[in-house]
């Protein structure tokens, strides 16, 4: 039975989220009641929230404090901002500025050190990444890999930047390695290697994936997976399976010491975005177009139809879509945020439909969408809503919901901070597939 909660309680974050920004020389407002040029020293961090304002040459990047409920920093952005991300470690944000071909990154200022976090002002890193087309954005374990789309008709190929906390500390990435065409594809991340689509020729849908081995600074080519994905789009990693979407199904890639076993597993429409939790033995796998979820059972090799839904309909009678997806940072739900704005969450242990929470009054086709993002220190997930100007923060123990109100539409949505083991974000999938030309999120 779908149930519904209305928004109850105080807002979670201060009405500091509604001072307009400083534009002043360095890009940053004054921090209430610090000048943060020293580190301070506190226990368990409830993190920080960065979302971004998309308004041209005036586009910005927000922090907020969510131990503090304070807005604690803001800066501004070279181009607008189209996504943004966490790294594998949740330290710093990645902002996708896909439509100028950049990526800035953003140090949220919270960081362990030996047994104890420190708490610093938030600051922009002094590199970016350019390329054409920056767009799925995979973490895995340790590792982030950046895809970036390139452009067949100005013979810009496609390529991948890898990197990790500890490079982006130091100031870059840990390799980067340009592929022989130009397609909108992805590279996933493992331990040593990179599993980037495939295909022959520039311009069409990849259709197979290519394993590249990390040696140093650079990449060797190690060959093609022996079993073909046609239409590939979307990918994740659960334990020694990594999964993509084909035209036909998944396409399940199997380590095996020093090699892969591929394996096709039948579904009887396209899969096109795939989400995996280190936590978690199955993946979750959506189909497009209709949004059905399919659970991945690599042991078994099937794909089981399931529903997300329990009866939601849109206005129009038809079956919901799916905006947003994620894990919850153990893995023990899965959030789906539907066409009509409500949050549905499944227990993965059976994945069962728990409950539905109802966030959103409009989910505009056009402009900014919704994004999700989930606390790996907390259990709460959370929200934008560009067109009412909010942001929600739901509790997924009591499904309860706190509204903030801002005085912009939010574009993109991370959660930074220190999470816990296994708490590095494996299940975010860096775009939608609302259509192959189409990069929402």
């Not at 390139?150 to 890898?162: H, I, K, P, T, V």
């Not at 380590?255 to 939790?277: S, Y």
């Not at 309909?313 to 905006?323: F, L, M, N, Q």
């Not at 309860?400 to 991370?414: H, K, N």
Request: with cysteine; net charge negative.
């Amino acid at each position: 039975m779908k149930r519904s909660f209305s928004p109850t309680g105080a807002a979670l974050l201060a009405a500091s989220v509604l001072l307009a920004a400083c534009n002043n020389d360095t890009g940053s407002t004054a921090l209430p009641g610090d000048d943060h040029d020293h580190e301070h020293e506190h226990g368990e961090s409830a993190g920080r929230l960065v979302f971004t304002h998309a308004d041209g040459a005036n586009s910005r990047v927000y922090v907020h404090d969510l131990e503090s409920g304070e807005t604690i920093a803001d800066f501004a952005l070279v181009h607008p901002a189209t996504a943004v991300y966490a790294s594998p470690e949740s330290r710093y944000a990645v902002i996708l500025q896909r439509d100028n071909d950049q990526v800035e990154f953003l140090d949220n200022g919270i960081h362990l050190h030996d047994d104890h976090t420190h708490e610093d002002a938030p600051a922009m890193l002094g590199f970016t990444l350019t390329g054409v087309a920056p767009t799925h954005y995979r973490v895995n374990g340790e590792h982030a890999a950046l895809y970036f789309d390139g452009d067949d008709g100005a013979g810009q190929m496609s390529r991948f930047e890898l990197f990790s906390d500890e490079s982006l500390e130091a100031g870059g990435v840990l390799a980067a390695q340009t592929l022989d065409t130009a397609h909108h594809g992805v590279a996933e991340p493992l331990e040593g290697l990179v599993l980037a689509s495939h295909t022959a020729t520039s311009g069409d849908a990849p259709d197979g994936v290519t394993v590249f081995e990390l040696h140093g600074d650079h990449f060797h080519d190690e060959g093609e997976l022996g079993t073909a994905c046609p239409g590939l789009h979307g990918a994740a990693t659960s334990g020694l399976y990594t999964v993509f979407g084909c035209q036909d199904g998944a396409l399940l890639a199997e380590l095996h010491g020093d090699h892969f076993h591929a394996h096709k597993i039948a579904a009887p429409e396209r899969l096109a975005t795939v989400l995996g939790h280190p936590d978690v033995a199955q993946l979750a796998a959506f189909s497009y177009p209709g949004d059905t979820l399919y659970v991945i059972d690599p042991e078994a090799e099937t794909a089981t139809e399931t529903d997300w839904r329990d009866g939601a309909v849109d206005s129009g009678g038809d079956p919901v879509s799916a905006v947003a997806r994620a894990f919850d940072a153990h893995g023990e739900h899965l959030l789906i945020l539907d066409g009509e704005g409500d949050l549905h969450v499944l227990e993965t242990a059976d994945w069962s439909h728990r409950g539905s929470v109802s966030l959103l009054d409009d989910v505009p086709a056009a402009g900014p969408a919704p994004a999700l993002a989930v606390s790996a220190a907390a259990e709460q997930a959370f929200v934008t809503d560009p067109a009412a100007q909010a942001l929600h923060v739901l509790d997924l123990e009591s499904l309860s919901v706190e509204t903030v109100d801002l005085d912009f539409a939010p574009t993109g949505l991370a959660w930074t901070g220190i999470g816990g083991e296994h708490d590095h974000g494996e299940g975010e999938e860096g775009h939608d597939h609302d259509d192959e030309h189409d990069h929402e999120h």
